[in-house]
């Protein structure tokens, strides 16, 4: 199979707070993780692709240090929303695929409102 | 830009009937496209792939590709009210970033 887990699924914050979401691959090891954002009634808009080992590489627009990226290793990627305001209320999902050209599997996501 | 394009829907179909999903795609360099299958409140599924010109079959779904007329389509064959959902089309081009339509809205009535 190839099973990824988001934790937590949802999370509702004060404005100004930071919030940290966590991507694993359960049963494959993903070289490659991929962050998207996901508004009411839009399509997945890809924020960022880590890389293990390596720094994230952001999607234009996408301020890298407000969307801290993490990918310490092959099977977990983590996502910190930084001093989150009521506009970073979204659904967030990660996906995962062994390499780079290979099939990206997504996580359940993690719904974040801000208060 | 590059861009994916889906009618928005929505598209109701019986059950049992086939439904047709449509997708466009502007950049030519794309070398991929993927069927996704997102429930309300839910992430994507990955419904099937498909790389080659012409059709590629996956139980009750086809996947078809036409890369001259730069046009993704998916059929689902007896459709079943379980169907029901938004499925979403892309591409993925030579920097292996996947690039999503709006999806269509499917719903199946019993």
């Known amino acids: 199979g190839a099973v990824v887990s988001q934790h937590p699924s949802w999370v509702i914050c004060k404005s100004g707070t930071s919030v940290k979401i966590e991507c694993r691959s359960l049963d494959f090891q993903a070289t490659t993780m991929f962050w998207y954002r996901q508004f009411p009634k839009q399509s997945l808009m890809l924020m960022a692709t880590s890389n293990e080992g390596s720094k994230a590489t952001y999607e234009q627009g996408v301020e890298k240090d407000k969307f801290l990226i993490n990918h310490a290793s092959l099977t977990l990627s983590t996502l910190t929303v930084t001093s989150a305001h009521p506009e970073d209320s979204s659904f967030y999902i990660c996906?995962?695929?062994?390499?780079?050209?290979?099939?990206?599997?997504f996580g359940p996501g993690t719904r974040l409102l801000v208060l | 830009q590059k861009e994916v394009e889906q009618n928005s829907g929505p598209l109701s179909v019986p059950e049992g009937a086939i439904a047709s999903l449509n997708c466009t795609y502007s950049d030519r360099g794309s070398q991929s496209f993927f069927w996704y299958r997102q429930y309300s409140g839910k992430s994507p599924e990955l419904i099937m792939f498909i790389y080659s010109n012409g059709d590629k079959e996956d139980g009750r779904f086809t996947a078809q590709l036409n890369k001259a007329s730069q046009y993704v389509s998916l059929l689902i064959r007896d459709s079943q009210p379980s169907d029901s959902a938004t499925y979403l089309c892309?591409?993925?081009?030579?920097?292996?970033?996947?690039?999503f339509g709006k999806g269509t809205l499917l719903t199946v009535n019993p």
């Open positions: 996906s995962a695929a062994r390499g780079l050209g290979e099939t990206q599997y």
């Open positions: 892309a591409g993925r081009g030579s920097n292996y970033k996947l690039t």
